[in-house]
Nanobody
């Protein structure tokens, strides 16, 4: 059974930092590209960041570039999203996702096969 479990969300103030983790089980994690997406209630799920299998290729949404950092530790089957200088507009449910057929990175939800249950991030002003 494939599971992606996010953790690390919470309530913080504007300017604070959070680190989200995504631990995978039931898949060969090092053979999957990984992405982070976020969703505000009533809106489409949007791309945040992606990293390829080895960690050598990374992409970010323009809205988080320079503030967020995606990384992964294949030995621990875990991916991370370090979020700095958080803004109220970063408030959303954050989801991690894994893609088994991607050799690079992708911002498209349809390229990802497995999804976590999401973790809430709330940034107060």
């Amino acid at each position: 059974q494939v599971q992606l479990v996010e953790s690390g969300g919470g309530l913080v103030q504007a300017g604070d930092s959070l680190r989200l983790s995504c631990t995978a089980s039931g898949i060969a994690f090092s053979f999957h590209a990984m992405g982070w997406f976020r969703q505000i209630s009533g809106k489409e799920r949007e791309f945040v960041a992606a990293i390829n299998r080895s960690g050598g290729s990374i992409a970010y949404a323009d809205s988080v570039k320079g503030r967020f950092t995606i990384s992964r530790d294949n030995a621990k089957n875990t991916g991370y999203l370090q979020m700095n200088s958080l803004k109220p507009e970063d408030t959303a449910v954050y989801y991690c996702a894994a893609a088994r057929s991607l050799l690079g990175v992708s911002s498209s939800r349809t390229d990802y096969n497995y999804w976590g249950q999401g973790t809430q991030v709330t940034v107060s002003s």
